[in-house]
């Protein structure tokens, strides 16, 4: 049975690299450590390797309770997994926040600027004048020497235990929705009330990501699960696919992210 079939297109790099991961772990008897995966990567990596049956055991940690980006380890099935074989490193910061004000989006840039790949860096979280992130331990050391300012603000990033990390509980707002197709514009237009023609704008400029990916195709079917966002207007998902109508019509759930 081909295992692509289960899986879009684009997948189809990132299943290869699964793939060679359980490879070499069961080839070599040792444990593979990943970058951090966002959450259509983890739920591919379980796809692809979960279940009570398989001769990988499979662990995920992102640093706190709710982080969304985890590292996975993949060991062979008879090894125990603590927290430390993830190499986690939480760095926290603080600013003035009475005269300057950081948002998420500003951090991501600041380490962006530095050279660092996305995969190697966990959850940003700001909050109330303090600024935390989790870090591979292989880029610590780099980052907390070259990283001293996120917008106009300066800034010195100092290692904390990570039982020290902020709560980030996301809450979401659901609604029935009913669409004539699972198409990207059409779905989109529904979720944040806007018309076809800017939908298929804001598409075309690249201002819409599924699943953490820029999607430049209006007509690019979504699935159930799936996490969008839209520059400027939050992040929302396709909660659910719940039938038709008798005029044929989809029945979805769509979530927004307050």
Same mark, same amino acid.
């Given at each position: 049975?081909?295992?692509?079939?289960?899986?879009?297109? !684009?997948?189809? *790099? /990132?299943?290869?690299?699964?793939?060679?991961?359980?490879?070499?772990?069961?080839?070599?008897?040792?444990?593979?450590?990943?970058?951090?995966?966002? *959450?259509?990567?983890?739920?591919?990596?379980?796809?692809?390797?979960?279940?009570?049956?398989?001769?990988?055991?499979?662990?995920?940690?992102?640093?706190?309770?709710?982080?969304?980006?985890?590292?996975?380890?993949?060991?062979? =099935?008879?090894?125990?997994?603590?927290?430390?074989?993830?190499?986690?490193?939480?760095?926290?910061?603080? =600013?003035?926040?009475?005269?300057?004000?950081?948002?998420?989006?500003?951090?991501?840039?600041? /380490?962006?600027?530095?050279?660092?790949?996305?995969?190697?860096?966990?959850?940003?979280?700001?909050?109330?004048?303090?600024?935390?992130?989790?870090?591979? !331990?292989?880029?610590?050391?780099?980052?907390?020497?070259?990283?001293?300012?996120?917008?106009?603000?300066?800034?010195?990033?100092?290692?904390?235990?990570?039982?020290?990390?902020?709560?980030?509980?996301?809450?979401? !707002?659901?609604?029935?929705?009913?669409?004539?197709?699972?198409?990207?514009?059409?779905?989109?237009?529904?979720?944040?009330?806007?018309?076809?023609?800017?939908?298929?704008? =804001?598409?075309?400029?690249?201002?819409?990501?599924?699943?953490?990916?820029?999607?430049?195709?209006?007509?690019?079917?979504?699935?159930?699960? !799936?996490?969008?966002?839209?520059?400027?207007?939050?992040?929302?998902?396709?909660?659910?696919?719940?039938?038709?109508?008798?005029?044929?019509?989809?029945?979805?759930?769509?979530?927004?992210?307050?």
């Amino acid at each position: 049975m081909d295992i692509y079939q289960h899986f879009r297109k !684009d997948e189809q *790099p /990132f299943i290869d690299k699964v793939l060679s991961w359980k490879e070499q772990v069961e080839r070599n008897f040792q444990p593979r450590l990943t970058d951090f995966l966002d *959450p259509r990567e983890q739920q591919i990596v379980k796809m692809l390797i979960g279940g009570e049956s398989s001769d990988i055991k499979l662990s995920f940690e992102g640093g706190t309770a709710e982080a969304e980006r985890k590292r996975a380890v993949l060991a062979p =099935y008879y090894d125990e997994i603590s927290i430390e074989d993830f190499q986690l490193t939480l760095c926290q910061a603080t =600013y003035q926040s009475k005269f300057v004000t950081i948002e998420h989006r500003d951090v991501m840039g600041a /380490f962006l600027s530095l050279g660092i790949k996305r995969q190697k860096f966990g959850d940003i979280t700001v909050k109330n004048g303090i600024l935390q992130i989790v870090l591979g !331990d292989e880029i610590a050391p780099f980052v907390k020497a070259n990283l001293n300012m996120i917008k106009k603000a300066k800034v010195t990033l100092e290692e904390k235990p990570l039982s020290e990390g902020l709560a980030t509980e996301q809450q979401w !707002d659901f609604s029935d929705k009913t669409v004539s197709s699972l198409r990207l514009d059409t779905v989109l237009k529904e979720i944040y009330h806007l018309s076809r023609k800017d939908a298929a704008a =804001y598409i075309t400029k690249q201002q819409v990501k599924v699943n953490y990916k820029v999607v430049e195709d209006g007509k690019y079917g979504l699935q159930e699960g !799936d996490l969008l966002s839209l520059r400027g207007k939050g992040r929302s998902k396709l909660a659910a696919v719940n039938g038709t109508t008798k005029k044929d019509k989809l029945k979805i759930t769509i979530a927004v992210l307050k």
